[in-house]
């Protein structure tokens, strides 16, 4: 990240609604893990993500948004993305590099790498999905958003996403 501050859920909101993209946004406990997601979202429509920050052995960042019930083998991602020994990164890292916090982790989080440094791998159930909601930089609240307009958004950020299909590895599995 630059020497800027990171942007707060407002500017995000902002941001998504100067793209011309239609977001629903709720309060909430603060929820750090998937498990605590699903116990008090409610009725918070669409599908919902599980948010990997990695490195790999060239320290190239990885932001991995998958859908909340896939299964995520490091190994097996590694050969997919054909790079060296993915492993998680530190927290300071992530705050450094995407602005964020454990349980804030999101893919709306590049609206504070404007330098690319992060790599984003967008699981292909997402991008396709009618509804998919995030945190919005914080994890007190929830925002909804098509899975068209997230890819929208993540290009307008210069961060064009890998996508994969990781249907396939809950097949393989």
């Known amino acids: 990240m630059s020497d800027q501050q990171p942007k707060t859920p407002e500017q995000l909101l902002d941001t998504l609604e100067q793209l011309g993209l239609r977001t629903t946004t709720v309060s909430h406990q603060a929820v750090m893990t998937v498990e605590q997601s699903r116990a008090l979202r409610g009725d918070i429509p669409g599908h919902h993500s599980k948010n990997l920050f990695l490195k790999d052995k060239k320290k190239q960042l990885w932001l991995v948004v998958a859908d909340e019930h896939r299964v995520i083998g490091l190994k097996n991602l590694r050969k997919r993305l054909n790079v060296a020994n993915l492993s998680f990164a530190k927290p300071e890292l992530l705050l450094e590099a995407l602005g964020v916090t454990p349980g804030s982790v999101t893919p709306f989080a ?55 299909d990781f249907a396939l590895d809950m097949q393989n599995a």
Not at 118 to 137: C, E, N
Request: glycine share 8%.
């Open 110 to 164: 590049v609206i504070n790498d404007p330098h690319g440094r992060v790599t984003v791998v967008l699981d292909k159930a997402l991008l396709g999905a009618d509804q998919v909601s995030f945190h919005p930089l914080t994890n007190t609240q929830t925002t909804t958003i098509t899975g068209q307009d997230l890819g929208l958004f993540l290009r307008a950020m210069n961060h064009e996403p890998i996508v994969i």
